[in-house]
């Protein structure tokens, strides 16, 4: 399972926090408008309020809105990835936003600085990590700092 980039968009389909993992390298402006003339064309048709998912040949988009503030939370992964797997995460990743931003999301003008919810990454990167959806990278990684503390502890012994 791998993650290709995440979006975090505004109400309004502006984009506040992207992050890219992978081979897709493009711009956040041009996702989040993209993503939202998706979400307009499906309520002008009446086909609901917010697209979930949308799979192409390669990758899979996976949405959630928040329903508090409106905030909508963007996976790409690749198209075979559990859509279950995701889900998680983007629920998890609601949660961590709105924790760590709760004080500007209350304020009078939430997106008036956007630079703030950069400080959002080494959460997101902690959440990844942790879910079914962390690269064989990550994963190799951490194993081998487990290992390097276990064989420290025998040194030690």
Known sequence: MVIQNIYVLQPNGTCIFSKDYHS???????????LSAIDSFAQSIGAG????????DEFKFVGKK????????????????????????????NKS???????????KNPFGNLDIYKEW????DR???NSELSSFSTVVSKTM??????FKK???L
């Not at 508090?68 to 983007?90: H, M, P, Q, R, W």
């Not at 990454?121 to 997101?124: K, P």
């Open 154 to 156: 025998v040194n030690e």
């Open 97 to 107: 936003f709105l924790i760590k931003f709760n004080k500007e999301l209350n304020s």
């Open 49 to 56: 309020k917010h697209v979930q998912t949308i799979t192409t």
């Open 121 to 124: 990454t080494v959460n997101l």
């Open 145 to 150: 700092k487990n290992l390097k503390s276990i």
């Open 66 to 93: 928040s329903k508090k503030y409106g905030i909508k939370y963007v996976v790409i992964c690749d198209k075979n990835d559990s859509t279950e797997a995701v889900e998680s995460l983007l629920r998890s990743m």
């Open 24 to 34: 897709i390298k493009e711009n956040a402006v041009v996702v989040s408008g993209f």
């Open 127 to 129: 959440l990844i990590e």
